[in-house]
């Protein structure tokens, strides 16, 4: 009788292992595509970001020379004796490459009168017969009488590196321009934490309007019936069909001297002239909170629909009116919704450039007309960088916690 033998193959460690991994990679496939999106179009962008707010190297790459020996220097110890002649060298050869727009910008931003200093030096040392005067330090200073000052020599010491934290100190009120003479000047240019305290303002007025617009009307579109439901949830989301910068400009026509807001308001009587209501806190309020609505109203309509209405019934039923039913019953159950559409319409506006730049005034204007500005105008990609940079960070501050308390309050749904 002829045994059959048979073996069984256990699987290994390693081979249990890697079938793990490949099903994990399996199930990960259909999202590899948004995966890759979001790292090309969203964390890169970030990242770079967040890199040009800490790069501060146009001294250095200007007067490598110069950075290279003063580097460590302090005020009131004497300079190394040929700082002259490197930064002599470095300026010819900074005219011939006639890269002078980095430097003189760089300085100017810390040192008032800095970007004519380095112009005229600049033009001084290469102009012609310049190079025959040998006293390196008499050919500097007769370029220009500021290098007979210590200030210009600490900014250029103090931004000797590539990186540094100078942009956002800039970005925060935290950094000091001084003249020529090495003392605080009271020019100090823009005032960020004005502006950004605006920006929150603005945001948070505009974010309390649309809840308590939207709060009710999301309540009558739960509550509607028949075909009325639908006709109110339509009319939320005709204004996702139109352009932003349309409804921007309807503001405009509007509010506008000769609008229709003026020609109604002298029909009725309530003003025989026209008011200045375009270009005003009211204009950008009022036209960013039309225009968020319905974010914040189709989160609370979302979560209204799913709240039982045999709870308010059993409130009416044990004796509640009808006020206190929908507070204690179902208002609680709304605030998800609400928290939900508020965050979304907060960290919106925190953002908004168009609406504000087109109705508001001069003293409206928010973060992103600033960082627009300095990029597009200003060529200041440091200090338009470390702005977002401040502006990131809080919009992550406020909504991660507030993320939170809504997916704990919702089941761990949002």
């Given amino acids: 009788m002829n045994s059959i033998e048979t073996s ?160 956002l100190k800039w970005a925060t009120d935290q950094l000091d321009k001084i003249d020529v003479s090495g003392k605080i000047s009271s020019d100090q240019g823009y005032a960020f934490l004005e502006m950004f305290k605006r920006t929150a303002l603005i945001s948070l007025g505009v974010t309390l309007l649309t809840v308590l617009l939207g709060y009710p009307l999301s309540y009558v579109m739960v509550e509607a019936k028949g075909k009325w439901g639908a006709i109110l949830l339509l009319m939320v989301l005709i204004p996702f069909w139109t352009s932003l910068l349309v409804r921007s400009m309807s503001w405009v026509v509007l509010l506008q001297s000769n609008g229709v807001v003026n020609m109604l308001l002298q029909y009725i009587g309530f003003s025989d002239s026209s008011i200045q209501l375009l270009y005003t806190r009211f204009a950008t309020v009022a036209a960013m909170t039309q225009i968020q609505l319905p974010f914040t109203v189709l989160p609370m309509y979302s979560v209204m629909k799913t709240i039982p209405r045999t709870h308010v019934r059993a409130a009416r039923s044990l004796g509640a009116g009808p006020l206190t039913a929908h507070i ?87």
Avoid at 34 to 49: G, K, N, Q, R, V
Avoid at 346 to 361: H, N, R, S
Wanted: aromatic residues 10%; glycine residues 8%; positive net charge.
């Fill in 8 to 167: 069984i193959v256990l699987p290994t460690k390693d081979s249990i292992k890697v079938r793990g991994v490949r099903r994990r990679l399996l199930a990960i496939a259909p999202a590899l595509p948004l995966i890759i999106f979001l790292a090309a179009f969203f964390l890169l962008p970030i990242s770079a970001i967040f890199f040009y707010s800490i790069q501060d190297d146009a001294i250095s790459n200007s007067l490598p020379r110069t950075t290279a020996i003063i580097k460590g220097w302090s005020k009131g110890s004497p300079l190394p004796t040929d700082a002259y002649e490197a930064v002599v060298r470095d300026f010819v050869e900074l005219n011939s490459s006639g890269n002078i727009g980095a430097l003189s910008q760089r300085v100017g931003n810390e040192l008032v009168g800095g970007r004519a200093v380095v112009i005229q030096t600049v033009k001084k040392l290469s102009a012609p017969g310049s190079g025959e005067q040998a006293d390196w330090q008499l050919r500097l200073e007769s370029a220009h009488p500021a290098w007979k000052q210590e200030a210009v020599w600490s900014v250029i010491a103090n931004a000797s590196g590539t990186k540094g934290f100078f942009y």
């Fill in 328 to 414: 204690t019953v179902f208002l609680p159950q709304a605030l998800p919704g609400i928290a939900a559409g508020a965050l979304l319409t907060f960290i919106l506006c925190l953002g908004y450039y168009i609406t504000p730049a087109l109705v508001g005034g001069a003293a409206d204007q928010m973060a992103s007309y600033y960082i627009a500005r300095f990029v597009n105008e200003e060529l200041n990609w440091g200090l338009a960088s470390a702005l977002s940079v401040l502006l990131t960070i809080a919009a992550v501050l406020i909504a991660i916690p507030l993320c939170r308390q809504i997916m704990r309050r919702n089941g761990g749904r949002i």
